[in-house]
Antibody, heavy 118, light 112 residues
Framework: DVQLVESGGGLVQPGGSLRLSCAAS????????MSWVRQAPGKGLEWLAS????????LYVDSVKGRFTISRDNAKNSLYLQVNSLRVEDTAVFYC???????????WGQGTRVTVSS | DVVMTQSPLSLPVTLGQPASISCRSS???????????LNWLQQRPGQSPRRLIY???NRDSGVPDRFSGSGSGTDFTLEISRVEAEDVGIYYC?????????FGQGTKVEIK
């Protein structure tokens, strides 16, 4: 079974940083695009960033460009999101996901909660 | 960015009755490869989202056949043929044609 397990969330002050991790299992991690999506409390979904299977191509939504960095370690079957210069409005549950737009492949993790507050 | 607009935002339904959610995109979702990249996702209370439908009308693995998707260009519909209790939750449309991928506001489906 496919498993995506996020970790690294927590309470951080404005301006702070966190490194979110996603441990993947049950599929060939190095073959798939991976992404991060977030959901603010009581709000909808926002696609943040995606990374090519070999890590050479990275895409970001404008609202996080320059502050968030997506990366992966295929040897460790792990996806990461470095989140810097955090703002109160970054408070959200961050989901790791694997998804292919042309085939029935879509898996989401359970999410890790990031709270930005002084 | 492409704006995805869903209606209604709240949908009370009777068990066993059909339900329908509409989604409109601000730009065409037709790709030069011939595909239309419009997905539907379900988020049950307290759970992570789950994709139900990809490329307008293709069901993901394990999705019951009471869920169906249709539409073209900029107008799309998710239909549930007979609503069951486990279908309660929020449904999102989502486009993967123009980066950044964007979601609709969500439609809350609840039982009357």
């Amino acid at each position: 079974d496919v498993q995506l397990v996020e970790s690294g969330g927590g309470l951080v002050q404005p301006g702070g940083s966190l490194r979110l991790s996603c441990a993947a299992s049950g599929f060939t991690f190095s073959s798939d695009w991976m992404s991060w999506v977030r959901q603010a409390p009581g709000k909808g979904l926002e696609w943040l960033a995606s990374i090519h299977p070999d890590g050479t191509e990275k895409l970001y939504v404008d609202s996080v460009k320059g502050r968030f960095t997506i990366s992966r370690d295929n040897a460790k079957n792990s996806l990461y999101l470095q989140v810097n210069s955090l703002r109160v409005e970054d408070t959200a549950v961050f989901y790791c996901l694997r998804e292919a737009r042309n085939v029935p492949t879509s898996d989401w993790g359970q999410g890790t909660r990031v709270t930005v507050s002084s | 960015d492409v704006v995805m607009t869903q209606s209604p935002l709240s949908l009370p339904v009777t068990l066993g009755q059909p339900a329908s959610i509409s989604c409109r995109s601000s730009q065409s979702l037709v790709h030069s490869d011939g595909n239309t990249y419009l997905n539907w996702l379900q988020q049950r209370p307290g759970q992570s989202p789950r994709r139900l439908i990809y490329k307008v009308s293709n069901r993901d693995s394990g999705v019951p056949d009471r869920f169906s998707g249709s539409g073209s260009g900029t107008d799309f519909t998710l239909e549930i043929s007979r609503v069951e209790a486990e279908d309660v939750g929020i449904y999102y449309c989502m486009q993967e044609r123009h980066w950044p991928w964007t979601f609709g506001q969500g439609t809350k489906v609840e039982i009357k």
